[in-house]
C-alpha cells in the first residue's frame, strides 16, 4: 500500500494513508539512527519543508506545521520517501522518538545530545524503532517504558 500525496494550494502537503498509524510498521535501529543524523543534517542545512498533513483513516489527522516537525519530514521525504509506508514509519518513529526525549524525563541518561551530534543507548533507538504508535504517531509511555524496564535507570539506590 502507497501514500497519495496532494499538494495544497496553501503549498502544503496533504498525505493520505490508508492504515492507521498504529498499524505502521517497525523499523530497524540502524535505520532510525541514521535518519535521525539525515534531519539533524538537514536542519543544519536550512532545509526547510512545506507544512503537511497526515490524513489517516477514519478522520484522524497529525499536522507538521513546527518549522523544525517540517524539515525533519522534509529530510526523510528526501532520504527513504514519504510515499511508501515504510517510508512514512521511519518518519513518524522519528518525530515520535524527538517528541518522546523532550516529554519523558524517564529517558534521561539513554541518550546525549551534543555539537557533534547524537548518542543514543541502543535499547533505546531498538525500542523506538519496534514499540507501537498511537493514533497521534507518539510514544505511549507504558509500552515504551515496559520495553526499556531492564535498561532504565533505578529510581532508588539499593540499600
Do not use: K
Not at 525533519?72 to 518513529?93: K, T, V
Not at 529517558?107 to 548518542?119: K, N, P, Y
Amino acid at each position: 500500500m502507497t501514500v497519495t500525496t496532494i499538494a495544497l494550494p496553501s503549498g502544503a502537503l496533504l498525505h493520505e494513508i490508508g492504515v492507521a498509524a498504529e498499524a505502521l510498521p517497525a523499523v530497524s535501529p540502524n535505520s532510525l539512527e541514521i535518519a535521525w543524523e539525515v534531519a539533524r543534517a538537514a536542519a543544519e542545512a536550512g532545509l526547510w519543508g512545506p507544512a503537511r498533513l497526515l490524513a489517516f483513516p477514519g478522520g484522524v489527522e497529525i499536522a507538521l506545521t513546527d518549522a523544525d516537525a517540517a524539515s525533519w519530514a522534509e529530510a526523510m521525504a528526501r532520504h527513504s520517501g514519504l510515499d511508501s509506508l515504510a517510508g512514512l514509519a521511519l518518519c513518524l518513529r522519528l518525530l515520535a522518538l524527538v517528541e518522546l526525549l523532550g516529554r519523558a524525563p524517564w529517558t534521561r541518561g539513554m541518550f546525549t545530545i551534543g555539537s557533534d551530534g547524537a548518542e543514543f543507548h541502543p535499547a533505546l533507538l531498538a525500542a523506538a524503532a519496534r514499540a507501537p504508535l498511537d493514533e497521534t504517531g507518539r510514544f505511549e509511555d507504558g509500552p515504551m517504558r515496559a520495553m526499556l524496564s531492564r535498561t532504565l535507570p533505578r529510581a532508588d539506590p539499593p540499600v
